[in-house]
């Protein structure tokens, strides 16, 4: 009697520690990116392109990497959802719940999100030869896109799925196409577009291996689609392997300012998926 | 009216249009990397790709061997690592914790999921290299440079945590109240409850889980190519550095252009990846999508 209560209180312990294990791992990682990275945080970083030197610890900023990230997220974000959007409303709208082709398809957007990025990266660089696009905003905007895709479809299609049934069928039976519906539940998965918007976004934003290849690298902020340009996840790697503290202190620097905009990209999105859930 | 259902047409074929082509992407990624891979699997077969662990690009060596076995081995110290702690935490939030813990600790845990790969890296570059280096690694070998396998499981496995956790909680909460009453009301303990009826229920779940989180720990690139020291040897020791399959492409990609085959051989590791990622998502997802339905 007494070993089957112990057992129970030792697995209870090891559950204890591993939340707070798992728990830690979370500010560990932001703690150590704050500590190392605020000291060398100034304005010149975020507001300036990189001087001549600026790699041996000369003056300048990060700020063709920032903008650079954001155009290649955001360019992409927009172009998936352009594509995600009557993606999942055709999924759930039009096709019944049972169709082989929606369950199929529902699938292969579970498998696509699993693939890594350097898949991606590697596929799109190939396409970019194949097309003869070279390294530049394009490639990086192509890359990403296929990346955010079914990360787009997955979260719209849990929105929509939680919208009334009942929604779905007074529409149908006072006689409108499934257009018409379809055009009911835009208004209705609003807040889930936004959520769908914010991950993809966030994730575009942090993505190395998927760019590494396809946007090349530029002290520049890029005027075109055909020039390259700098992430700050890239910059992020490259200022890491420099033996000059200086800019190693940048590196962590821009680090903290990824995981600044993550983490309040992640807050929002998660208020708002709570506020969704507290209504259905 | 009949606007109105042409309308609903074409719109529809549109849509669908756009549907097919993004489930075609799967196919399309396959074949492009295929393709583009053919060049070396016309010069050498895929049994001595994988077999040879001579890596010189220069004289048109190609021996994946070594990155294999480093995939392999950082990929088994996450896993090792990541599914006991996951397991505890998930059997923890779901069965003990107080509601309110919970609403409180999976967000935390999403936060996680959330934070880029680089962000991993630099941590990792910071805070576990130096701390194999100097804490655990003096105590077992005579000397490690911290950039190991250890320090590149650790990283991952900290990478896959919200994967497995949030999976695992879900798959937690599919299993029938009637179920758990009736092993406590016959007088069970909580935990023998847990360990013989909703760990059993649960285990097809917690086996999709684990594969899929294998297969995240697979592809990463970023993070691991930072921490594992990126030696082409096989690893013989968690304490030995070991270069994972996309670490190579990774470092590879820019300058490979100008020697023969180089290119092929490359995009030939990034195939593999993909043919073993596809695989073994499929298997956790129709698992997992079974679950789903029987509980629907």
């Known amino acids: 009697m007494r070993k089957r209560k112990l057992e129970e209180a ?29 000291p060398f945080l100034d304005w010149d970083m975020i507001s300036k392109i990189p001087d001549g030197g600026y790699y041996f610890g000369r003056s300048g900023g990060m700020l063709n990497a920032i903008i650079g990230s954001i155009y290649i997220a955001g360019g992409a974000t927009l172009l998936g959802m352009f594509i995600s959007l009557p993606v999942s409303i055709y999924l759930n ?7 082989h082709f929606a369950r199929f398809a529902k699938l292969s957007f579970d498998v696509l999100f699993g693939i890594p990025s350097i898949v991606y990266g590697a596929f799109a660089f190939s396409l970019m030869v194949y097309l003869g696009v070279r390294a530049s905003l394009l490639g990086g905007v192509i890359a990403v896109t296929l990346l955010v895709i079914p990360i787009m479809v997955r979260t719209l299609d849990e929105v929509i799925v939680h919208v009334p049934k009942e929604l779905k069928e007074a529409t149908l039976s006072l006689g409108a196409t499934r257009w018409e519906m379809a055009k009911i539940y835009f208004r209705q998965i609003r807040a889930g577009v936004l959520t769908a918007v914010l991950l993809a976004f966030g994730r575009g934003v942090g993505d190395v291996a998927a760019v590494m290849f396809t946007a090349g690298f530029s002290d520049n902020i890029p005027v075109s689609l055909h020039e390259p340009a700098a992430t700050l996840p890239l910059a992020i790697f490259f200022q890491l392997g420099s033996p000059i503290p200086e800019v190693q202190g940048r590196a962590y620097a821009s680090a903290l300012i990824l995981t600044i905009v993550i983490l309040i990209i992640v807050v929002f999105s998660t208020l708002l998926t709570n506020k969704r859930r507290k209504k259905s | 009216m009949k606007i109105r259902l042409i309308k609903d047409k074409v719109i529809g074929t549109g849509m669908l249009t756009f549907s097919i082509l993004a489930v075609s992407m799967v196919l399309l ?10 060049p070396i699997l016309q010069h050498h077969s895929i049994w001595e790709l994988i077999s040879s662990s001579t890596w010189r690009p220069l004289k048109g060596e190609f021996g994946f061997l070594s990155f294999i076995m480093g995939t392999l081995w950082v990929t088994g110290m996450s ?53 194999v280096q100097h804490y655990i ?18 990283v991952l496995a900290v990478m896959i945590f919200p994967l497995i956790v949030s999976i695992i909680v879900e798959v937690l909460q599919t299993i029938p109240k009637e179920l758990k009453e009736a092993s406590l009301s016959l007088g069970a303990t909580k935990w023998e409850t847990i360990k013989k009826v909703i760990l059993k229920k649960a285990m097809p779940g917690i086996i999709a889980a684990i594969v899929l ?84």
């Open chain 1, 10 to 38: 030792i697995f209870k312990a090891l559950m204890i520690v591993s939340t707070v294990l798992v728990g830690l791992s979370l500010f560990l990682i932001i703690g150590t990116i704050v500590v190392k990275g605020l």
């Open chain 1, 93 to 99: 709208v039009y096709l019944k719940k049972a169709n």
């Open chain 2, 29 to 38: 990624i396959g074949i492009g990397l295929y393709w583009r891979s053919l």
């Open chain 2, 79 to 131: 896993i090792a690592i990541a599914v006991p702690l996951c397991l505890l935490v998930a059997i923890y939030l779901s069965e003990y914790a107080p509601i309110r813990f919970k609403n409180f600790f999976l967000p935390l845990v999403n936060i996680l999921a959330g934070i880029p790969p680089v962000i991993y890296g630099v941590w990792g570059v910071f805070f576990i290299v130096p701390l």
């Open chain 2, 137 to 154: 690694a003096p105590s077992f070998v005579d000397f490690s440079t911290g950039f190991t396998v250890l320090s590149g499981g650790i």
């Open chain 2, 213 to 296: 989180a294998i297969s995240r720990a697979f592809g990463e690139t970023i993070a691991v190519l930072m921490v594992c020291g990126n030696v082409p040897i096989s690893p013989k020791s968690i304490f030995d550095p070991a270069y994972p399959l996309p670490a190579l492409l990774a470092n590879n990609f820019g300058e490979m252009m100008s020697v023969p085959l180089y290119d092929a051989a490359l995009m030939f590791s990034a195939f593999s990846l993909f043919v073993i990622i596809l695989i073994f998502n499929i298997i956790s997802r129709v698992i997992l999508q079974k679950i789903e339905v029987k509980n629907a």
